[in-house]
């Protein structure tokens, strides 16, 4: 508890789902923990109010992730043997006009974008920072 300044327990929740490498966002972000359940090839993001998992993204892609980092709306996770970087866009989707919520039976959001991006030739990822702006934009 960084505002009482002081060590707790882990929520049971969070202790049980924590099943590979974690990242967190930062505070501007939402400070969500993020975990790649490297086993089952999903991204899942950690609920305090209900002390349990989501599942944000599921792919096999996912599967024996390496290493994570989550900055500006995107989890970028390292593919065995770091080859390449997935990159999984977790900004939430914009809410359904007041129509679609009010119909029965809505369709689920979309899955969130996922790409890759390669290690450049000869070289793979070992490590992920992902750093501030350092300008403003214009």
């Known amino acids: ?3 009482a300044g002081r060590w707790e327990d882990m929520p049971p929740g969070m202790l049980a789902g924590w099943k590979g490498p974690a990242a967190a966002s930062p ?3 939402g400070e969500t923990i993020y975990v790649v359940d490297e086993e089952r090839g999903a991204l899942t993001a950690y609920d305090w109010g209900a002390d349990r998992w989501r599942t944000v993204a599921e792919s096999d892609r996912l599967k024996g992730a390496a290493e994570m980092t989550v900055a500006g709306g995107k ?3 390292v593919a065995p043997g770091g080859g390449k970087v997935l990159i999984v866009d977790v900004t939430p989707p914009p809410p359904p006009p007041p129509a679609a919520r ?4 809505a369709a689920p959001p979309p899955p969130p974008r996922m790409w ?9 990822v070992v490590s992920l ?10």
Do not use: F, Q, S
Not at 116 to 124: D, I, M, N, S
Not at 129 to 138: A, D, I, K, N, S
């Open 1 to 3: 508890d960084l505002r």
């Open 27 to 29: 505070p501007d972000d």
């Open 75 to 77: 989890a970028c996770v």
């Open 102 to 105: 009010r119909a029965a039976g």
């Open 116 to 124: 890759e991006v390669a290690a450049p030739g000869g070289k793979r």
């Open 129 to 138: 920072h992902v750093l501030p702006r350092m300008t403003r934009p214009e």
